[in-house]
């Protein structure tokens, strides 16, 4: 399986992990600051990401979290792509009665026919 399918902070708009964990702890220049902001801002998912890491009190449990994220993705990951998928349930007893319903059907197509006709 991909990396990039097990890290969450890991997307197209090129924000790295390393860079929000620096903007949480409050070690980036205000310009870098407000870069980040402007991209994350235009990221549901970072801007989501961010949120919530920030609400943490201990910044130094950021890495920990993050990489517990990321081990229970990967592991929900492995479940669902290893999941047994459901037998299809036997269809006899559907087939059956559309079979006999059908020759209802066409059996009284011709009696009626014949009534008619005769």
Known sequence: MSDNLLDILKDDDDISEQEL???LEGKLSPEERHELEKRMA???MMSDAEEGLSQLKNKEEVPIVVADINRRLAKQLHQRRHKKLREIPSQTLT????FIILLLVILAYFVIHRMKTG
């Open 42 to 44: 235009s990221s549901e």
């Open 21 to 23: 964990l620096k903007y």
């Open 95 to 98: 087939i059956m009665a559309t």
